[in-house]
């Protein structure tokens, strides 16, 4: 079989903005896809709403469409573009979904375009419940049985056979409200009772309950031919009950005997060859802890965050295979990279233990509820490599940069062991904190076991560790640490930190210590075989074992830090620098090394850089690999602020830094030292103040004048940024934020309401460069990464701009910028502020990027390296104004995180963007509302506002009811609206009647219009209608200058299928 | 309590790691073998009979050990090296650790060495013979390691008087050179009776029983050392359908004229793809071989069957005779991937094809 020489145009759809459940690994999937089938000799289409990502580069594909995904859409650029396949599993679930709608409307077979890979009837097979449960049952696949009812009669007769105990879930309800688990019969009649109200259409899934039994996956994968192989075993560390993406994974899976592991292998392979797929497939079975009863859970027919963990896992690339399947190919006629001789059609094998932890937003979000269970709520995960289970666990808590340096964690080892039997019994993000203080205060393994399922070998080497850690504690002094049960602890992956703190001693006193003994670290390959085959997969990860692997050349490689997991605030665009910085570093003749510990990212796929060091980011692992490689310098510009929080470690230690110093980084991070810089610029900013206590910060605010910005320093994302209006929001505030140990002080700044600009500007340390001045839509108080964003500007007198890039240059020369600089300002009439500076890459990098066409981080890490912008031949100052506009949207994953508050403010929540590119500015904005998800149909809207921005809501309303919406609104609203002419429906308040909740449940309303009061209230009217907007999956808007945008798109009038279409490669 | 253990290897390089299992000293053969799963299964094969195993898994005993998960009555292997032994065992089936499984049954263990690079170094340089012990050996022991050789392994493992198991309509002949409890469950499962040989033992007792099919089974060492085997098979191939796994499949070669080599490092584990040479598929199978039939001097003969991906080695043949195959590979697996379980029905249909002629 070989390629099929009938493919030779390719439509790849990506995945769109990155949310809950659906992030940067689909960008790395994308990738892979494009360059294989760039290699291929294919010309490749490429479309995908999101900016940020690799995939979307213009060198990643022959057309990259940055356009929303909607089938409207897709079908006007396969009419253009003229592909005669489409690749639809590699873009997650908004991929498959397309594909499959396009399919069934008849329009690819009219345009003779086929789908590639896995079929419709077999995607059909696995993601509809019935034909899915069908199809088990005639190969004889256990699936777990259930039963959909509308009435308590129909429960109560399906327990009959199926036993309990039995899983409720209500139809159409998020977050799985209103349902429940009945041990029996009476139970079940209450809870059935109340999922049928809580269901909109009066329906209940009725399911038999296997949690607490194991949750083992198998990433498979299957060619034409019927070939089938096994690519990666993982076994949940939390067992059913918790959602895959919120669960501790490990590979392989730890806890089965070859029985139970081949049982449920060759129950994965049946059920792909059952389904027909072609590539790469996840299989996730629930496995009786007591017996050899299993039931297979999920099945997806794609590629997915599992596969691309079970990838980084084995070494083993599942996209790139799937995508060469998909063209034609057999396993046994794909080259495997990492030997570069034997074929991919082998089962990889590993010889080391691998660890994924979920990264959560809850550091953030300190009011949404944190309970896990079978709705997602991870933005992105960790992985680690180790040479045992401790090693891989302790690293992966070490890489979600919440502050942990062991599995000592205060909050809980505080409690009793009442208190901590109740916190165990809750399955929450900090769950394995709570075991490990209950095995801490003696509390038995079969208890904990009992009370949390999770299998008594994981409680027994989770409890070996807190015994080595106790160990420890009883230790003063490195005179007294014996040398062994050092290097135990090292190979158990413990960190010099750690032990300094346990035993009194500094990190660096340990650290000597141990290298004067010989304990260091040496590093192991990842290879899929095991050592068994010789292989040149430039993939190491640390352990301390004897024999190192990796050999590089002193001075002849550049190392960049890489930007951890995915969190609010620090997503995908920061890993697309670093790809963009290794690109660079490479074309520069040395060496590019990357540290990361991302799984889900383009920078950890192993054939991107020279040299891949999967490891956690902190600064003694740092330190390790710069020990090794000796590098030439360090690039930490491009990581987010993981990165350049490390870059004093990094200098400490005595390596270069290129681009930015240190010195320079921590004078745009310091309140003080930037004030007097920018006195002597002659710059202003907004008054403000630095304080620790909630004494001082009451004080600044009562000088400065309510209302105020208060914030801590060194963040990013806004994390725990409030405009605080009175006293009790401050004491509030400042109460929540000192709960946790602050190293830098907390910022009281005057809030100056105003436009927000922002630019991003490469400096080689005498000239710069600026794509481009991007405007936020929204006013000062959003976050800049929840604004619209408009780029060019379209209201900026040239004289400001001049202006701006005169500031910028001063600031970028006066911080002593080399590389990216970020700023963000407010301008007040003509009145331009300063209200930040990163001395780094920022989020909106990547878009102006490519919108401009001007390669921002190959420039920058070119300046790193010495050259000058003026030999670049991009010009000096402000780069030509685009005659593109540019429209960045931010997308939320509010629905996934119940009782999170979702106004806009100046903490960021967004998670991930697209972006709308036109000739025409209002309709780049109809574009970028459209790929944001927004429903743009005319129905009615709902009205309430608070009483300042009554006046300004006025014209808006005006322009609403102009096009043919239909206003509602509360009783003084609705008058006020009346007295201008515009009728409006009154309704009475949530706490007086069910007027809004029937509205909004009947799906009468589809946009609500709904500016925030103050504070953060849950119990009160707005907040609730806000929940209930995303509940009902209607549109919710907090800030009227979002509503003006939505008034300008509507009125350009398109739908999505008449909107104009622009390739990446259109645009000069 | 934990003790200082070493490997050492004939050439001299020393593996320093704790003691494990029985407190002694063990000579064999170092191997290694890339399972991640089925270290009970593997220690009770009969085929590793001689050698000191070592696991590239790093996490070994993680659940236990038990009554069932056993190939033959006892370890068979001579030593066994792991990078971490689990002292908590966690499994529904478990009945006491994998520590103590190694001391009753007087198998030497050694923990904590970095197996990686002891892997890496028998597969650069080759099978070497070592040696397990508390202090390092002496010059003089170190001499005896070197000249460790096990001659003719299956006439001490192979059972020593005839017997019977299993009841069905259809009686097969199982030559047992070190066989693995699971080929016998296999072909009872296809509803056979059995009578289990000694490898000694004669053509004409083999014919006496009046099998509907032969089954030359697993088993260790050098394939040519097996010369009365070889012999006995010589005269049995062609008069009934012959099924032959691993040392029965090299047996079945070397009595048809062909010839066996030594593999550099053999192929241990549960990984290793084959292609099926008649339909182009593609199998996974479980392996445990150090030498490999030279498939070119049988071109007379037969025809390939499997071939490994990796290597292009042969992995199984079919006789022209039309009654004989037989597989390097093991498809009664335990442990390892279940996808060649059919060729036990095949085995099967030869038989009930034979008999109905």
């Known amino acids: ?1068 | 309590m934990a003790y200082m253990a070493y490997l050492v290897l004939s050439d001299g390089t020393a593996y320093e790691g704790r003691g494990i299992g029985y407190s002694g000293e063990a000579v064999g053969e170092v191997v290694f073998n890339t399972g991640m799963t089925g270290y009970q299964e593997l220690l009770t094969d009969p085929s590793y009979t001689g050698q000191i195993v070592c696991m590239t898994y790093p996490l070994i005993g993680n659940c236990g050990v038990n009554a069932e998960d056993v190939e033959s009555d006892a370890p068979k292997v001579r030593g066994f090296i792991v990078r971490n032994l689990c002292e908590a065992p966690s499994n529904w089936r478990s009945e006491g650790t994998l520590n103590d499984y190694l001391i009753k049954h007087k198998i030497v263990g050694l923990e904590g060495i970095d197996t990686r690079a002891l892997t890496k170094k028998i597969r650069d340089g080759g099978t070497m013979s070592g040696i397990i012990a508390q202090t390092l050996p002496d010059e003089k022991k170190l001499a005896a390691v070197k000249a460790y050789a096990y001659r003719y392994p299956v006439g001490d493992i192979s059972v020593k008087t005839a017997y019977e198991t299993g009841g069905g309509d259809k009686r097969v002949a199982v030559i047992d050179y070190g066989l693995k409890n699971n080929i016998l469950a296999s072909l009872k499962r296809m509803g056979c009776r059995l009578k289990v040989f000694p490898s000694t033992v004669s053509a004409e007792e083999v014919l006496a029983y009046a099998p509907d099919g032969i089954m030359l089974t697993n088993g260790p060492g050098d394939p040519k050392e097996n010369v009365r085997e070889i012999e006995t098979v010589k005269k049995l191939i062609g008069k009934k359908p012959m099924f032959g796994i691993c040392l029965g499949h090299q047996l079945i070669a070397l009595a048809l004229g062909g010839d066996t080599q030594k593999l550099p490092y053999g192929h241990r584990g549960a990984n290793h793809p084959v292609k099926d040479t008649a339909t182009g598929k593609l199998f996974i199978t479980s392996q445990n071989h150090g030498y490999a039939v030279r498939a070119e001097t049988l071109a007379a003969k037969g025809t390939v069957s499997y071939l490994n991906y990796n290597d292009g080695t042969c992995e199984g043949m079919r006789y022209n005779d039309g009654l004989t195959f037989s597989v390097q590979f093991h498809p009664e697996v335990c442990p390892g991937p279940r996808d060649t379980a059919h060729l036990f029905t095949e085995f099967k249909d030869s038989i009930d094809a034979f008999s109905k002629q």
Request: glycine share 8%.
């Open chain 1, 1 to 1068: 079989m070989a390629k099929d020489p009938g493919i030779k145009r390719v439509l790849i759809i990506g995945s769109g903005p990155i949310a809950i459940g659906q992030a940067a690994e689909f960008d790395y999937a994308g990738t892979q896809a494009c360059r294989a089938l760039q290699n291929e000799g294919i010309y490749t289409i490429l479309v995908n709403s999101n900016p940020a990502t690799i995939m979307t580069d213009k060198q990643m594909a022959s057309r990259v469409y940055l356009e929303p995904l909607t089938p409207a859409v897709l079908k006007n650029i396969i009419l253009k573009e003229k592909p005669d396949s489409i690749l639809p599993t590699l873009g997650g679930q908004t991929g498959l979904n397309l594909a499959c709608e396009l399919y069934e409307s008849g329009f690819l077979t009219e345009h003779n375009v086929r789908l590639l890979g896995t079929n419709v009837d077999s995607i059909k097979k696995s993601e509809d419940r019935e034909l899915f449960k069908e199809t088990m049952e005639a190969i004889g696949e256990p699936c777990i049985e259930s039963a959909i009812v509308y009435s308590v009669e129909d429960a109560v007769a399906f327990s009959k056979g199926a036993g309990f105990p039995l899983i409720v879930r209500p139809a159409y309800t998020l977050g799985g409200t209103g349902g429940g688990i009945a041990d029996n019969e009476a139970q079940l009649k209450s809870v059935c009772k109340a999922g049928l109200s809580a269901s909109r259409v009066g329906q209940c899934l009725i399911e038999k309950s296997v949690a607490g039994w194991k949750e083992i996956e198998y990433e498979v994968m299957r060619d034409e031919a019927d070939n089938v192989i096994t690519i990666c075993s993982m076994e949940n560390l939390d067992p059913v009950g918790i959602h895959t993406g919120d669960s501790i994974v490990f590979a392989p899976a730890q806890t089965l005997r070859d029985q139970e592991y081949q049982m449920l292998r060759s129950a994965a392979l049946n059920i792909i060859s059952a389904l027909k797929i072609c590539g790469g497939c996840n299989v996730q079975f629930a496995l009786n802890t007591k017996s050899m009863e299993y039931a297979v859970i999920e099945v997806n027919p794609r590629v997915s965050r599992s596969s691309a963990l079970a990838s980084k896992a084995t070494g083993y690339p599942i996209a790139k295979v799937a995508t060469l399947i998909a063209v034609g190919y057999r396993l046994d006629e794909i080259i495997n990279g990492v030997t570069g001789k034997t074929y991919a059609c082998f089962e990889p094998t590993i010889d080391y233990v691998v660890a994924k932890f979920p990264r959560w937003p809850f550091d953030k979000f300190t009011e949404a509820n944190k309970t896990l269970g079978t709705r997602m709520k991870a933005t992105g995960e960790v992985m680690a490599i180790g040479e045992n289970f401790e090693a891989s666990l302790l690293k992966a808590v070490r890489s979600l940069e919440l502050g942990f340096i062991s599995l000592d964690y205060k909050k809980y080892g505080d409690m009793t062991k009442d208190e901590l039997y109740c916190a165990l019994a809750l399955k929450n993000d900090e769950r394995m904190f709570c075991v490990c203080a209950a095995l801490r205060k003696g509390v038995s393994v079969a208890l904990i076991n009992e009370i949390t399922t999770i299998d008594p070998w994981f409680l027994f080497k989770i409890k070996g560790i807190v015994e080595l850690e106790e160990r420890f504690k009883q230790i003063k002094g490195l005179k007294n640490l014996p040398i062994g049960l050092l290097k135990d602890a090292k190979q158990k992956g413990f960190a010099d930190k750690a032990v300094a703190k346990w035993i009194g001693e500094t990190e660096d006193a340990v650290r000597r210590h141990r290298e004067k003994n010989g304990i260091r670290p040496v590093y192991k390959m990842v290879d899929t075989c095991a050592a068994e085959f010789d292989a040149v997969s430039p993939y190491y990860y640390s352990c301390y074992q004897t024999e190192n692997e990796a050999h590089p050349v002193p001075n002849q490689s550049i190392v960049v830090l890489g930007s951890g997991p995915i969190r609010i605030g620090q997503g995908v665009e920061f890993d697309y620098c670093s790809v963009q910085c290794i690109r660079a570093v490479k074309e520069s003749g040395y060496e590019a090394v990357i540290i990361n510990n991302n799984p889900e990212t383009v920078s950890t796929d192993f054939d991107i850089s020279d040299r891949l060091y999967f490891e956690p980011l902190t600064s003694e692992e740092v330190w390790n690999v710069l020990a090794l490689e000796k590098p030439a310098g360090v690039v930490v510009q491009f990581g987010g602020q993981t990165a350049i929080k490390l870059a004093k470690a990094v200098e400490d230690k005595g390596y270069r830094i290129l681009g930015t110093s240190v010195d320079s980084i921590n004078d745009a991070e310091d309140r003080e030292a930037f004030d007097r810089l920018l006195e002597t610029l002659k710059i202003s900013r907004p008054a403000g103040r630095t304080v620790y206590t909630g004494e001082e910060a009451l004080d600044a605010a009562h000088a400065l004048g309510y209302p105020v910005l208060v914030r801590p320093s060194y963040v990013l994302g806004g994390q725990g940024m409030e405009i605080a209006y009175t006293d009790a929001e401050i004491r509030d505030y400042m109460d929540i934020i000192n709960q946790t140990e602050q190293e830098h002080p907390i910022l009281v700044d005057q809030y100056i309401e105003g436009k927000e600009l922002e630019v991003d500007a490469i400096c080689d340390g005498k000239d710069i460069l600026i794509p481009g001045v991007m405007e936020h839509i929204e006013r000062t108080g959003v976050h800049s990464g929840d604004s619209i964003s408009r780029y060019p500007s379209a209201t900026l007198k040239d004289a400001v701009v001049e202006r701006l890039v005169d500031i910028t240059k001063k600031l970028a020369l006066g911080t002593k910028t080399l590389g990216l600089i970020n700023i963000q300002y407010i301008l007040k009439g003509d009145d331009i502020y300063i209200i930040e500076v990163n001395p780094r890459s920022s989020r909106t990098v990547p878009y102006i990027s490519k919108v401009t066409g001007i390669p921002m981080v190959h420039l920058a890490t070119r300046c790193c390296l010495g050259e000058r912008l003026a030999d670049m031949g991009y010009g000096l100052g402000l780069y030509k104004r685009s005659k593109v506009t540019a429209i960045k949207v931010p997308v939320f994953s509010n629905e996934k995180l119940p009782d999170l508050e979702i106004s806009l403010s100046p903490e960021m929540k967004s998670t991930g963007e697209v972006l709308g590119l036109s000739y025409d500015p209002g309709e780049a904005i109809l574009k970028g509302l459209y790929a944001s998800g927004l429903k743009m149909d005319k129905g009615g809207v709902f009205i309430s506002v608070a009483n300042k921005s009554k006046a300004e809501m006025l014209p808006l309303a005006k322009a609403l009811y102009a096009l043919d919406f239909t206003l509602y609104a509360t009783e003084g609203t609705a008058a006020a609206l009346a007295a201008e002419g515009v009728a409006a429906n009154a309704v009475k308040k949530l706490h007086e009647s069910d007027d809004i909740e029937r509205i909004i449940k009947s799906g009468k309303v589809k946009i609500i219009i709904n500016t925030p009061t103050k504070g953060r209230n849950t119990r009160r009217d707005g907040f609730r209608i806000r929940r209930m907007a995303v509940e009902n999956g209607v549109s919710c808007f907090t800030s009227l200058d979002t509503v003006s945008a939505f008034v300008e798109a509507l009125k350009v009038g398109k739908n999505d299928g008449e909107l104009s279409l622009i390739a990446l490669q259109d645009i000069m």
